[in-house]
């Protein structure tokens, strides 16, 4: 059985999908998510891909305590995997959390690289702003493979001051002359689409990937009138009104099953915001023994400005605000102070991906009727699959140790300010069983 790709690249490609026992033969897509929290345009999308692809399965990959923008999550993995599973979604596992905070391209590579590994997802489905095949014919490649020429362009834009997001896109015009090819890069939803899409071309998945269009209001947008709200609007929500959670879950634009499980959870335990974690970071920021610069994206001249307001440091969020610049979104700025938080160095992600981003995958959780899932994965694979700490030891290359170490300590650090938040008692991290519904 063959299918062509979506998106062609340098030319039409045919793709075989991996022949699976006559036995066990089902289609299974995947989705790369972050549930920050699980909203009616997740349980619309999980509903969209099982109809427009005809899935049997759907399996999330998902991040844990922290997500990309550079904060940790509004609720524990835990919860959110709940979520996702009553909503649709068959299994849910754990984006490790050097991707889960890394930038968008490392976010999608480490995504797809372990999806791959699993060796049976047909279709990796995402949201888009844009379902336009031949504008990402065109950009797919250049992004990629990095042309000379768009190297050149590249950093002609970022020497006037440019960010890295508008420089692309200024690259992009330059080469293509088409200014629809340079505004998909405007829209969040889309910059991640392309670097799925970009993940599948460089590795050379037979994974075929599959935009679904997004419904209801922008990515960042906090209207909550129209469509399906954002996630940002739906924290804002939570945020302004936690002496009385009741009252604001039943406004929230998320689904039932959302609502009876969030609901269960702030009745124990608060949102957490960056600024939970503010006297973490300024105990680091005092800490001057340890180079700026080995941590993650870090780079000089950001380790310059961080140096020079180190000792105004109030909150996290006045922090970001003090290191603000032109050429520095703040999602960028908000990820490399976790990533100080959470003690990445560079050198660690450098061998993670190396090493093709291997080395463990942690399942959250599963449906009894996903057992057909279990069986269709790569059996060189399974015993990389995590579903209880008992289960690490022995069985996790050395790589795969160390990138499970800094998922335990980012989810123990993670508890601790949820006991601190709540004065409530946590068992440790490693006792949470694997969710089975």
């Known amino acids: 059985m063959i299918f062509p790709l979506v998106f062609s690249t340098k030319a039409p490609i045919i793709v075989p999908i991996k022949q699976k026992r006559l036995e066990i033969f089902m289609m299974i897509a995947a989705v790369i998510a972050e549930y920050n929290p699980f909203h009616n345009g997740h349980a619309y999308q999980l509903r969209e891909i099982r109809r427009q692809t005809g899935a049997d399965l759907i399996l999330v990959m998902m991040s844990g305590d922290f997500v990309q923008r550079g904060a940790p999550a509004c609720t524990d993995k835990y919860t959110r995997c709940r979520m996702a599973l009553a909503a649709g979604a068959d299994m849910v596992c754990e984006l490790p959390v050097y991707g889960a905070i890394g930038s968008a391209e490392i976010f999608a590579e480490s995504a797809v690289s372990l999806l791959n590994r699993l060796g049976c997802i047909d279709y990796l489905c995402f949201g888009a702003e844009t379902i336009a095949p031949s504008l ?11 042309p000379d020429e768009y190297k050149a362009f590249l950093q002609a834009g970022l020497k006037t001051g440019m960010n890295f997001p508008a420089a692309r896109s200024r690259a992009l015009y330059s080469i293509l002359g088409d200014a629809q090819c340079s505004d998909i890069l405007n829209q969040p939803n889309n910059i991640l689409a392309i670097e799925y899409m970009k993940a599948l071309y460089k590795s050379g998945s037979t994974i075929r990937p599959f935009p679904i269009r997004r419904s209801g209001a922008g990515y960042h947008s906090t209207d ?3 469509g399906f709200c954002s996630a940002t609007a739906i924290r804002r929500q939570l945020s302004k009104n936690l ?48 180079s700026l610069t080995d941590y993650t994206d870090i780079t000089p001249d950001l380790a310059n400005r961080i140096d020079s307001f180190r000792y ?3 909150s996290v969020e006045q922090f970001m605000t003090l290191l603000s610049a032109r050429n520095l979104t703040a999602t960028r700025i908000g990820r490399c102070l976790f990533h100080i938080i959470l003690e990445h160095r560079k050198s660690h992600l450098d061998t993670w991906k190396a090493h093709q981003y291997a080395g463990y995958l942690r399942v959250l959780g599963f449906k009894k009727s996903s057992g057909r899932l279990w069986k269709a994965i790569d059996p060189t694979f399974r015993d990389c ?5 008992s289960e690490v030891s022995g069985r996790l290359s050395e790589i795969g140790y160390a990138s499970y170490e800094a998922e335990l300590y980012a989810s123990r650090l993670y508890r601790q300010i949820l006991r601190n938040r709540s004065l409530k008692n946590l068992p ?3 006792s949470e069983p694997v969710i089975l519904i």
């Open 385 to 389: 699959m995590i579903t209880r700490t």
């Open 243 to 290: 002496f009385s959670p009741e009252t604001v879950i039943r406004a929230l634009d998320i689904p039932d099953t959302s609502k009876a499980i969030l609901q269960d959870y702030l009745a124990d335990y608060p949102v957490l915001t960056r600024n939970d974690f503010s006297d973490i970071l300024a105990a680091h920021l005092l800490d001057t023994r340890t």
């Open 428 to 430: 440790d991290i490693t």
């Open 136 to 146: 990402f014919d065109a950009i797919i490649p250049i992004l990629s493979d990095e």
């Open 312 to 314: 105004q440091f109030l």
């Open 224 to 226: 909550t009138d129209v």
